[in-house]
């Protein structure tokens, strides 16, 4: 069998993107650079470039071409939802988030706190998982703005957002999700959860980076983060004409998400069940939560992740040590850390994020560099280990 050069298990970091979007960029980079909000011919191919992509990103969202507005990723979407939900609640001055949200979330939160808003964080359990009924005790009056995360990008672990978003709505706060993760690896829906706000990326389902989008249910006037007069002036600036296509065009290659899910849980099994065979003590975060069908976080008992990561990188494996955005901060996982793990445990863990690119024969190879080098970190030598199954022994 040919060994794979590279296998790339980074996919909820970021994704390769699909040869159909770069199509559909090109001539919006090249020939067709005309502005969309120019009335002339050309400026109307360009708008009309957008609004098929508008149709095609918000279809597949569930929500109403209306609904949503392009942004530059899930990070302005993320902003610009809980600044709109402070701006039009006038007087609440409070928000409910989650201890393992994204830093896009938390970071502003942090910063709101410094300005004077109160902002409450949901505790997960060991699992990753989130108590409603916490939720309910934490809701008040002046809560603006509920804002959880559809799929955890470390973990995978979901939350139930249909539930979340009708408790905060019997509260009288309105609901964002960031659906990031989750778009294309559940099934999800944004008029279906009942959400307010949505926010998803471009570049996690094969796009581009650089784009995204908000969806904002109908009837909810959107203040802008940036003003201008585009995107019905809830987000003012000259629309990214080739993300856009590019999103519109990856967008389309998603069609079938179940099709999707099956490969992906396929994947995820062979690696999780092969590796269990080599080191049965290594742990699965968040396996026993509902969670997405590509994310595996292995806790490796008490090795060192980051050594683990440079030993498959030379093996031509790309994995990631927790969160892309974490990593290469000296911090240990926050997601991790609400779990209530240790930061030896947390420093062991690594995360392996597939996609529909990826296939059974990478997984193979995967597992065989793994056995390898957990047999080698682990001091046992190879010879003793090829007699034994490969079994790694878990006593240290
Ligand atoms: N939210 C989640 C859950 C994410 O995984 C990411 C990307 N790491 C973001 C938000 C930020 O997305 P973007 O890169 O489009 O700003």
């Known amino acids: 069998m040919k060994t794979p050069r590279t296998v790339y298990l980074d996919s909820n970091a970021t994704t390769a993107m699909a040869p159909l979007a770069l199509d559909a960029m090109l001539p919006f980079l090249t020939t067709d650079y005309a502005n969309p909000s120019s009335s002339s011919l050309a400026g109307r191919h360009a708008r009309n470039a957008v609004e ?4 095609a990103v918000s279809q597949f969202l569930g929500a109403k071409p209306a609904e949503l507005v392009f942004t530059s990723g899930a990070t302005e979407s993320n902003h610009t939802a809980i600044l709109a939900a402070l701006s039009i609640s006038r007087g609440k001055r409070h928000l409910v988030t989650s201890q393992v949200e994204h830093p896009s979330i938390l970071l502003l939160c942090q910063h709101l706190e410094r ?4 902002v409450s964080y949901l505790p997960v359990d060991a699992e990753g998982r989130l ?4 939720l309910r005790t934490l809701l008040r009056e002046d809560t603006a703005l509920v804002s959880l995360m559809w799929a955890n990008n470390e973990t995978g672990v979901l939350f139930p957002i249909q539930e979340a978003a009708a408790i905060a709505h019997e509260a009288g706060a309105l609901f964002h999700c960031d659906a990031t993760q989750a778009v294309g690896k559940a099934v999800m829906g ?6 307010d706000f949505l926010s998803c990326s471009a570049h996690k389902i094969h796009g581009p980076k650089g ?5 904002v249910r109908k009837g909810i006037e959107l203040p802008p983060l940036f003003h201008g007069h585009q995107e019905r002036g809830r987000r003012g600036g000259t629309e990214n004409v080739a993300a856009i296509a590019g999103f519109g065009a990856a967008v389309g290659l998603l069609a079938n998400v179940q099709d999707e899910i099956c490969h992906l849980v396929r994947l995820r099994d062979q690696f999780e069940n092969g590796l269990m065979a080599i080191m049965p003590c290594a742990r ?4 026993a939560a509902q969670r997405l069908p590509n994310t595996s976080n292995i806790g ?8 683990l990561l440079y030993r498959l990188e030379q093996e031509g ?3 990631a040590l927790g969160a892309a955005c974490a990593a290469g901060g000296s911090k240990p996982s926050h997601v991790l850390t609400a779990m209530g793990f240790s930061e030896t445990a947390i420093l062991s863990s690594v995360r392996f994020s597939f996609s529909r690119l990826n296939h059974a024969e990478e997984v193979e190879y995967l597992l065989r560099s793994l056995g390898g080098i957990l047999l080698d970190m682990m001091e046992m030598p190879l010879s003793s280990a090829a007699g034994s199954n490969l079994a790694v022994s878990c006593m240290t």
């Open 300 to 307: 490796f008992l008490a090795l060192d992740g980051e050594e």
């Open 131 to 134: 108590d409603l009924d916490s």
């Open 211 to 215: 784009v995204g989008a908000l969806c």
């Open 284 to 287: 699965i975060h968040g396996q």
């Open 190 to 195: 944004f008029a279906a959860s009942g959400v």
């Open 115 to 118: 300005l004077g808003i109160e």
């Open 52 to 55: 098929k992509a508008r149709t």
């Open 317 to 319: 494996i790309t994995a």
